[in-house]
């Protein structure tokens, strides 16, 4: 790894880090007051019927405790945007936007090796990616407090969900290096990585509200993102293994493809 | 102080290529089709000794960046092999950058940073003092009010200036030059080549392409020209010019000399009173026959390396064409020369 590419990394991102996680913080606020504030109305309307069922089982089915509410908070469309602008935007746009930029060969002019960018990229990925989920998880304990409902919550308990979702969304970073470190341009890397977040949040979504479709959960990668199971203290090996596995493959990827390409002169 | 270890180049050449082929594409291999196929560079033997300025010459896609970029790992070649500073670019590319500048054809540079902390940041990547920074800001005129500006409201000339200094400030072994004064003005580039000058005396290697055919003749000791991929030529330049054809014009009263038997001498033209013909090589015998005749005048125009490097290439032109009307090259049906299909970074597989 570089310190001072990382440092460099650092200070170009640091604002946008900053606006992304207040915005999760704020986020993370909101879902265990909302849940506080109207836990009793949600539970009249879900068994009034007015709502179908299956809407009711968006973001795990459980709307009636805190971790139910606040697991909808992190698979929530917002959420996980902001989560992406690290994991999606940032590990996209790292190499390939600045092989397109033409930025890229003043870097690989330095004695610098491609896997030791990569490398340096990677765990700033993951490091901003950690950052704003705490945030998250941040703003989740302040609504909890502000709620009158921390009591409820395990820090231990706090801290593997943290780390599940810092799992899930490294592992999107990873993939969209990966593609990052593959293209010359961005556009083909976005839209490779972007297709798989989108499928992967289409399958997860359309397998909790319709069950024949329950069987395609699995090959979403946020099927793995379980901050319900986290605070409950039931997620299984999968919510690990899975995420695990998607980064080794990732890395292991990229670390082949990005010293082994030619990178001709940028258009 | 962070400077390089000078005694590491003795007796070691600062550049040298060995049969350096690259083509993109894929030729027809056993069972699998071959693909679009573009020769880049063909067979490149050249070899830059230490302390030498030279200048790397051609159209524009006739193969120099992309000798560039082999030569600093950014391309792996499809054949042959290239030593640069004594290591070999294939295993060393690493430890050849720690030791070379690089000054990339139309550089970007990050817009939102200030020259300074562009200058810093990228001195401090090679982990090395940057001794001939403030030296190089004062010659190409780079100020502090300047440098404190962002980036992004920099000239092209600025930008390529700081662009040289990012290149040479660490003071390197080798500097590796791809269209240096491209974007320059004449005093700024009048500036450069006293750099240049500097760096040579100080026994540095700078090897410099360049399509600007007077910069290298001014600046180079030997110059490798290009074309289509391929080396037609690699020569001392003064050898290049003594070998080129000068114009002479001579005036005179009474009958004309007889100079077709002169060795050199070809393309002679007389009208009344005046005489014009072509002059290669020593031009002694030519002023032995003027021995007698009563001259007014003799301009003898020194000849450039614009007429001999465009002859290179009509004669080139002339033989590839004499070639092709006796036999018609499948290649040339299929893939149009390098010069004019030296593949994008957008028009080719990453894959290399």
Known sequence: MSLRLFRRTWAAQRLKLLAVSIGLLIWGTLMPIVYEAFKEQIQFVLGSGMIPPELAQFGGGDLFSLAGTIAVGFIHPIAVALCLVFALGFAVASVAGERQRGTLEVLLARPLSRRRIYLTLLFATVLFVAIVIAAEVAGTVIGTALGGALGELRPERLAVMWLNGVLVFSAFGAVSLAASVSFDRLAPALSVSLAIVLVSYFLEIIGSLWTAAKGLQPYSLFHYLDPRGALNGTTTIGDWLVPIVVIAVAVAVALTVFPRRDLAAPS | ?352
């Open chain 2, 1 to 352: 102080m962070g400077g390089p270890a000078r005694c590491s180049l003795s007796g070691v050449d600062a550049l040298r290529t060995e049969a350096l082929t690259k083509h993109y594409g894929r030729p027809h291999r056993g069972r699998l089709p071959a693909g679009p196929f573009v020769p880049a560079l063909t067979d490149l033997s050249i070899t830059v000794k230490s302390g030498e300025i030279f200048g790397f010459l051609g159209p524009n896609g006739a193969g120099k960046s992309t000798t560039i970029r082999l030569l600093l790992g950014f391309l792996h070649p499809s054949s042959g092999r290239a030593e640069v500073l004594g290591l070999d670019t294939a295993a060393a590319s690493v430890e050849i950058r720690s030791r070379v500048g690089y000054l990339p054809g139309g550089i970007a540079l990050y817009d939102g940073m200030t020259g300074l902390d562009l200058l810093d940041y990228l001195g401090q990547l090679y982990g090395r003092t940057p001794v001939r920074r403030h030296d190089l800001l004062e010659r190409l005129e780079m100020s502090e009010r300047t440098l404190a500006r962002p980036v992004r409201d920099y000239s092209r000339g600025m930008r390529q200036k700081i662009g040289i200094i990012q290149a040479l400030q660490h003071d390197p072994e080798l500097a590796i030059l791809d269209e240096p004064t491209e974007g320059l003005d004449p005093l700024m580039q009048r500036a450069f080549y006293d750099v240049l000058d500097e760096l040579r005396v100080a026994g540095r290697t700078i090897f410099l392409s360049s399509h600007v055919l007077s910069e290298v003749e001014r600046v180079c000791d030997r110059v490798g020209i290009i074309r289509a991929g391929r080396l037609v030529a690699l020569e001392d330049i003064a050898a290049l010019l003594a070998r080129r054809k000068r114009h002479v014009e001579l005036r005179f009263h009474g009958a004309p000399p007889d100079l077709a038997s002169i060795p050199g001498v070809t393309g002679i033209v007389i009208h009344p009173g005046l005489l014009m013909c072509q002059l290669e090589g020593d031009v002694g015998p030519f002023l032995a026959a003027l021995n007698g005749v009563a001259v007014a005048d003799l301009t003898i125009e020194p000849a450039h390396l614009e007429e001999a490097f465009l002859e290179f290439y009509e004669g080139e032109e002339r033989d590839e064409a004499d070639l092709r009307a006796a036999v018609p090259s499948p290649r040339a049906a299929v893939a149009p020369p390098a010069a004019e299909t030296e593949p994008r970074a957008d028009d080719r597989t990453g894959a290399g």
